[in-house]
């Protein structure tokens, strides 16, 4: 079983967009609409942002935003904050035999 | 509000098993799938096992040998139970309630941390 593959480390900022991607196969990314992003903040909980590939849990700003083409999906963050820095972590649904799968993180910076 | 709070030993010998408990308030374990989840210090987030309000379980492959979870509604609590442990166990162990049709968390505890050390 094989995470979900994130680039380690993205930055931007404060004011631009990033974009942090997450690939997988077509069994898991690539063939459910059930891709999920959490944010981590050191020593605290995961923190829901983004489910079903494109929908913002209430309280969410919009200016996250998710997408998928193909095995990869994408969570975008646009006009950066200083409290975005933090860890960003994709999921998805891989059938009912291998259920969840987790990516590496990416650990997000605001410069 | 649904709230979470994992507790169990934070200490566990090698070959002995883990056991840990999450308390649900706010809400009942009578709905929902309930899930543990786990990330090891440094390193990403691995699920572990489901547990669902009519008993439907499922576990990650990886782990589906030495793991065991359960519900106790009386206490609107679930459980976690890792046998055989070695030092590659040791993490920072999660509860969370998950969506299960749509396959994400939505509300998470703490986590507590998990050592395996004789």
């Known amino acids: 079983q094989s995470a979900l593959t994130q680039p380690p480390s993205a930055s931007g900022s404060p004011g631009q967009s990033v974009t942090i991607s997450c690939t997988g196969t077509s069994s898991d990314v690539g063939g459910h609409n059930y891709v999920s992003w959490y944010q981590q903040y050191p020593g605290k909980a995961p923190k829901l942002m983004i489910y079903?590939?494109?929908k913002r849990p209430s309280g969410v700003p919009d200016r996250f935003s998710g997408s998928k083409s193909g095995n990869t999906a994408s969570l975008t963050v646009s006009g950066l904050q200083a409290e975005d820095e933090a860890d960003y972590y994709c999921s998805s649904y891989a059938g009912s035999n291998n259920w969840g799968l987790f990516g590496g993180g990416t650990k997000l910076t605001v410069l | 509000q649904v709230q979470l709070q994992e507790s169990g030993p934070g200490l566990v010998k090698p070959s002995e098993t883990l056991s840990l408990t999450c308390t649900v308030s706010g809400g009942s374990i009578n709905s929902y799938c309930w899930s543990w989840i786990r990330q090891p210090p440094g390193k990403g987030l691995e699920w572990i096992a489901y547990?669902?309000?009519?008993?439907?379980?499922n576990y990650n492959p990886s782990l589906k040998s030495r793991v065991t979870i359960s519900k106790d509604t009386s206490k609107n609590q679930f459980s976690l139970n890792l046998s055989s442990v070695t030092a590659a166990d040791t993490a920072v162990y999660s509860c969370a309630r998950l969506v299960s049709g749509a396959a994400h968390f939505d509300y998470w505890g703490q986590g507590t941390l998990v050592t395996v050390s004789s």
């Open positions: 079903d590939v494109i």
């Open positions: 547990i669902c309000y009519n008993g439907d379980t």
